[in-house]
């Protein structure tokens, strides 16, 4: 029953690199998405811009301050795609 130890120990390695590769483009397909903020007062594209980006508070999260009216947004960019933290 050898050879069917090493198919066994084939599909398994088979398997971890399937997932490896699914889980390579789940990451790219989320860092291409963090891209995206938009300020929810005037629709500024904050993300699109260097003057809007301020920096991490101390909670770690990404603060905006719209280079168009001025308002002041934090982000979190962890999750897949950034979330409107505070407003
Ligand atoms: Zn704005």
């Known amino acids: ?6 198919l066994g120990t084939l599909l398994l390695d088979l398997r ?6 699914w889980s390579w483009r789940a ?4 860092q291409r998405r963090t891209s995206w903020a938009y300020c ?3 629709r500024h594209d904050l993300n699109g ?3 809007s980006f301020q920096g991490y508070d101390e909670a770690g999260l990404v603060v905006y301050e719209c280079s168009r009216c001025t308002h002041v947004s934090r982000w979190d960019f962890d999750p897949p795609a950034p979330i409107l933290v505070e407003d």
């Open 1 to 6: 029953m050898g050879w069917l130890t090493s």
């Open 16 to 21: 971890a690199v399937f997932v490896a590769a």
């Open 27 to 30: 990451e790219d397909a989320a």
């Open 40 to 42: 929810p007062e005037c």
């Open 49 to 51: 811009d260097d003057k």
